[in-house]
């Protein structure tokens, strides 16, 4: 079966610039995450989808990032006004439901985001 | 708040030879679990071992196993029989489960690199 698919693999873009970042977790998997990789700062949470709706954004940097996710399914990560350290690798993970704590987060490839 | 560390940034080994990857965790929460990814150059994220705190047995996976030594809040990965495929980053991660879900996010340490060496 298709695995955790996002797009564009790689942008480019100025400062200041909006982009938005697409997961499409695997088929039946209710919950999703956004972490984003970057050298500094290693592998953060950014944000966690149960559904549509989002009990954990704690780790969303500022209010220039945000998601949302609908019909359950495809997510959106915005950022807006991009500023140079947001470039990154934006990784989304999804996890099945009721399937107990050993099943794990599986990974999509990432966004390879890069602001001039 | 919770904090894993991997001390080693960059690890060798030969082909065939087993190596340990290090990992510790700290955490207030009785209910946690441990994981390992591995990220080749390619950048996937490839999971490929689970520990829940309250296991009592050491978990394995093939070639990989976990020395989980839960007074000391270690969890170490160890590697058998070393392939050059192994070669990539290897991240530990941990996940809180206080309040019966095992839905949260993961916290990831910084990573080490492993090379194998034919």
């Known amino acids: 079966g298709a695995g955790v698919s996002q797009s564009p693999s790689n942008k480019v873009t100025e400062k200041g610039k909006d982009v938005e970042l697409r997961c499409d977790p695997i088929?039946?998997?209710?919950?999703l995450y956004w972490y984003r990789q970057s050298l500094g700062q290693g592998l953060e949470f950014l944000i966690y989808?149960?559904?549509?709706?989002?009990?954990?954004k704690s780790g969303l940097p500022s209010d220039r990032f945000s998601a949302e996710r609908t019909g359950g399914s495809v997510s959106t990560l915005t950022i807006q006004r991009t500023q140079q350290e947001d470039s990154a690798v934006y990784l989304c993970?999804?996890?099945?439901?009721?399937?107990?704590?050993?099943?794990?987060?599986?990974f999509g490839d990432g966004t390879r985001l890069s602001i001039l | 708040a919770q904090k894993i560390t991997q001390t080693q940034p960059g690890m060798f080994v030969q082909e065939k030879e087993a190596v340990t990857l290090d990992c510790t965790y700290d955490?207030?929460?009785?209910?946690?679990?441990l994981f390992w990814y591995k990220q080749p150059s390619s950048g996937e994220m490839i999971f490929l071992i689970y520990?829940?705190?309250?296991?009592?047995q050491n978990a394995t996976e093939g070639r990989y196993s976990l020395n989980f030594q839960k007074a000391r809040k270690s969890a170490n990965l160890v590697i058998s029989a070393s392939q050059l495929g192994d070669s990539a980053m290897y991240f530990c991660?941990?996940?809180?489960?206080?309040?019966?879900?095992?839905?949260?996010?993961?916290?990831f340490g910084q990573g080490t690199i492993l090379t194998v060496h034919p």
């Open positions: 991660a941990m996940r809180d489960d206080a309040g019966g879900t095992s839905y949260g996010k993961l916290t």
């Open positions: 088929s039946g998997h209710t919950a």
């Open positions: 520990q829940g705190s309250y296991d009592q």
């Open positions: 989808f149960q559904g549509n709706s989002a009990p954990d």
């Open positions: 955490t207030s929460d009785p209910s946690y679990g």
């Open positions: 993970a999804s996890r099945p439901p009721g399937q107990g704590p050993r099943q794990p987060q599986h």
